[in-house]
């Protein structure tokens, strides 16, 4: 070897171990942290968070660290908070200061920071409170939620009532239910269930969830600053984010041919309203970057959570058959085998109350990062300004101070000793404080109507032995991926 090249790599190894420093440096100033793992330089945690099941480590780095520590992601560093108190003291008793939103590497390539979800400050504020009204308005007003859910479910009847009891995958089946609900409020119709552009519409919301959860995704948030320059995988996510909004941007122009402001038919129609009205404002939020990501926004959640619910709760219940069978006790008693099933039947159901709750506090998600807007002093511990936050929501659902049996699926979690239906003030699936989720109304409506409409009609039959039913989920990340099944809806 010449002297040149001795040198040259001389260089480039002071360059490296350079590097490592000023990493650990810049690790190890980062205010006064929670305690927690010693991360690598660069590597930060990795070692101790399993990237399939992220909410899962936490579970085991609670055990050893206590309710609230820090773990980094690359060289990002994390506060966890885990169980209900500490969940509540910072959505809640810190409401103000925890309100910001995470950073969420594999969206915010998409997103930029637009949209309900994912912005911040005055935008979030904003955004926030047009969709809420929005929404409010549709729920009470044109024509009423409960209509419009009611009637999406009796076309999933019939196709239930068309499989004649063979053996079917549910997943489609509920999502394009689901998804007509929140597409007749978006856009202000629904699909028909073979229409091409609905099918593929839904083929990619649901590879979007998967790829979001999916240990990839998980493994670019800790280090998009290299894998977003490196082909593979991961890059999923977004190119299937890209073709959504190429969707939605193509709806918002089909309103714009027929936009008619003395008369909107749908969210759609409600946001250009604003943006006309706000056209010449110097500063405004209604913008058209911001009406198509906040339209994807509340697409994904309204048909994830949902359909993801049901999906899972068909499921728990044919491992359960003795709880399919007191709910349908309790539908026979108050709704009887004919009429539609209403929201104001729910106060007269707790069973089925009970079990749709304990349905959402078994799958329990990790939930959104937040972050602290300001400096902020919590439990002895200083956060920076900007520092990400992960309130486990999974840990709350799932704290043994709240729930007598917080692994088991348990519907007498939520009655009390007559029978009656009781709150939980550690039942937080929808999140707590300022950021929960805005579609948490609508979501219980859906959840009832859906639950006792099917179960109203139809009995669920496994293909196995209940004893024999996985209700691991496949994958578990923000949201948990239940395990792939069949079942025979036999017709009561």
């Known amino acids: ?127 926030r409170s047009f969709c809420l009204t929005t929404l409010w308005d549709f729920r009470f007003g044109r024509r009423s939620m409960e209509k419009r859910i009611q009637e999406e479910i009796s076309f999933l009847l019939e196709e239930f009532h068309k499989t004649n009891g063979a053996p079917i995958k549910p997943t489609f089946f509920l999502s394009r239910s689901v998804c007509n609900v929140i597409s007749s409020i978006l856009f202000g119709s629904r699909f028909d269930y073979e229409d091409k552009q609905f099918l593929k519409l839904l083929q990619m919301i649901n590879e979007r969830f998967t790829e979001m959860n999916s240990p990839w995704t998980q493994l670019y948030d800790m280090y998009s600053g290299i894998m977003q320059y490196l082909p593979g995988r991961h890059n999923r996510i977004y190119y299937l984010i890209e073709e959504l909004k190429d969707f939605i941007a193509s709806r918002v122009k089909i309103n714009e041919a027929s936009f008619d402001p003395q008369n909107p038919q749908d969210f759609i129609d409600c946001f250009l309203i604003k943006m006309h009205q706000e056209k010449n404002k110097a500063y405004t939020e209604f913008n058209l970057k911001n009406l198509i990501i906040t339209t994807l926004n509340l697409l994904f959640a309204a048909t994830d959570s949902v359909s993801g619910t049901l999906y899972y709760g ?108 009781k709150k939980n003030e550690a039942f937080v699936p929808f999140s707590s404080g300022k950021r929960i989720c805005l579609g948490e109304a609508m979501a219980r409506m859906e959840l009832f109507l859906y639950f006792t409409s099917v179960l109203q009609n139809f009995s669920l039959r496994p293909l196995v032995p209940p004893a024999d039913i996985d209700i691991t989920p496949k994958i578990s990340g923000f949201g948990n991926i239940p395990p792939t099944y069949e079942l025979c809806l036999v017709a009561r």
């Not at 728990?316 to 709910?327: S, T």
């Open 1 to 127: 070897m010449e002297l040149g090249d001795a040198f040259t790599i001389f260089l480039e190894l002071c360059l490296f171990f350079l590097l490592i420093f000023t990493a650990w440096v810049q690790i190890n100033k980062k205010g006064n942290l929670p305690p927690g793992p010693t991360p690598l330089p660069f590597l930060g945690n990795v070692l101790q968070l399993h990237a399939g099941n992220i909410s899962q480590s936490f579970t085991k780095l609670r055990v050893k660290y206590g309710p609230v520590f820090t773990v980094y992601m690359g060289s990002r560093p994390v506060v966890v908070l885990c169980g209900h108190e500490a969940v509540k003291e910072a959505l809640v008793g810190h409401a103000d200061e925890f309100i910001g939103r995470g950073k969420m590497p594999s969206l915010e390539r998409s997103f930029q920071g637009h949209g309900v979800v994912l912005a911040n400050g005055k935008r979030w504020r904003i955004l």
């Open 314 to 421: 068909f499921l728990l219940l044919m491992k359960h058959p003795e709880v399919e069978a007191k709910i349908c006790e309790e539908i026979n008693h108050v709704i009887g085998p004919h009429r539609v099933p209403s929201v104001d039947d729910r106060v007269k159901m707790p069973y089925t109350d009970a079990v749709i709750h304990e349905i959402q506090r078994v799958i329990a998600p990790l939930g959104y990062p937040h972050s602290v807007t300001r400096d902020t002093h919590f439990r002895g511990y200083f956060l920076p300004k900007g520092t990400d936050v992960f309130p486990v929501l999974g840990s709350v659902l799932k704290d043994p101070k709240y729930f007598r049996y917080p692994d088991a699926f348990y519907p007498q979690h939520f009655l009390d000793e007559k029978g009656h239906f």
